[in-house]
């Protein structure tokens, strides 16, 4: 099944972003506080977003009227990749590429101004970490890459792509959980916590982290490459971290501490 195209959406009314199960009652329809006129990409915040109620063939939505509504330098311009493309994308990047990736998701994800009332200075086009470039028989084409926003919950079974990598981001809490294998080998879990602190999302990477460089009641900004797996015993995927064989687990993580 397809990814959810916009798990956030701007609102023009609150000048915020906010995300996308905040505006869908559990009927599968806008709520009646929303206005429909107002939604914006939360990327470009320049095209304006349909809304689509749930139905029997498909769940509530949001979509471009045109593709061409965005920015240039938007994602949603461009065509989505396919699985074998996103996967061939990733496993070509270097360490320094999976780096600066993150570093650009950040940038401009979560530290970009509110609203482009003049957006007469483009965002570059190839720093925007959501675009790659592919090249099929000869001919190039910009294309874009799955994201996700981890502002809210991310546990969506409906709209999950499976075993593809896709460029996880958020300000959130994190914490390290201890926890012991079978074979008595003490390591930590990195994990994704709501504003209480309630861990919703574990991930394993490697052994460099401990409540000593993580804090709880700190607020971070993080970016990660991962993919969502099959959980045998539950209907919420487990989220993985993605390493290409270049790279060790934690080099495809990045977060900042906001001060
Ligand atoms: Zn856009």
Redesign the pocket.
């Known amino acids: 099944m397809k990814d959810l195209e916009y798990d956030e959406v701007y609102c023009n009314d609150s000048q915020t972003t906010i995300p996308f199960i905040d505006i869908v009652t559990v009927n599968g329809r806008l709520k009646s506080n929303i206005n429909k006129d107002h939604l914006y990409?939360p990327?470009?915040k320049?095209?304006l977003l349909k809304f689509s109620n749930r139905s029997s063939l498909r769940r509530a939505c949001l979509s471009s009227r045109k593709l061409t509504d965005?920015?240039l330098s938007?994602s949603?311009?461009y065509k989505d990749a396919s699985k074998e493309e996103i996967c061939t994308h990733y496993e070509a990047l270097t360490t320094a590429q999976i780096q600066a990736k993150l570093q650009s998701a950040i940038n401009r994800f979560l530290l970009s101004p509110a609203h482009p009332v003049h957006p007469t200075v483009p965002l570059e086009i190839d720093d925007n970490p959501a675009i790659t470039m592919i090249e099929n028989n000869g001919v190039r084409e910009r294309k874009r890459l799955p994201t996700r926003s981890l502002n809210k919950s991310i546990y969506n079974p409906e709209s999950v792509i499976y075993e593809t990598p896709i460029l996880f981001y958020g300000n959130i809490k994190l914490k390290t959980i201890n926890c012991v294998s079978k074979k008595d080998f003490s390591y930590n879990k990195l994990a994704i916590c709501s504003k209480n602190g309630n861990p919703y999302c574990k991930l394993f990477c490697g052994y460099h982290w401990d409540d000593k460089t993580i804090n709880i009641n700190n607020d971070y900004h993080i970016a990660f490459i991962g993919y969502y797996k099959k959980n045998p015993n539950s209907k919420i995927p487990k989220i993985e971290i993605y390493a290409n064989s270049k790279q060790e687990l934690q080099q495809s993580v990045l977060y900042i501490l906001i001060q």
């Open positions: 990409c990327e470009c320049m095209a965005h920015l938007c949603h311009y």
